[in-house]
């Protein structure tokens, strides 16, 4: 058997394969917002982070409405300056 290919048909494989690669590498808005806040359970509490930023909302007692907010980066901070201070 002798295969033949002939420059239209050749032409039209390179086209649809570029149009599919251009198609499937564009990259969507809002893509760096998914997954973005994590929300942890356990039997202590409730946590929700916020993987950008650090900042955190953390809950110890779900019968009630108060709730902390901080950083990641100043909650080390201060434990950094409170470990060398021997307290």
Do not use: C, P, W
């Amino acid at each position: 058997m002798k295969y033949s290919v002939d420059l239209k048909s050749l032409m039209i494989g390179f086209f649809t394969a570029t149009l599919l690669f251009a198609a499937f590498s564009f990259k969507q808005d809002n893509s760096e917002n998914v997954g973005r806040y994590q929300t942890s359970v356990g039997t202590k509490g409730i946590i929700m982070i916020d993987t950008k930023t650090g900042d955190y909302i953390i809950n110890t007692e779900a019968s009630d409405y108060k709730s902390r907010k901080g950083n990641f980066t100043h909650t080390h901070n201060l434990a950094e300056a409170l470990k060398d201070k021997n307290l």
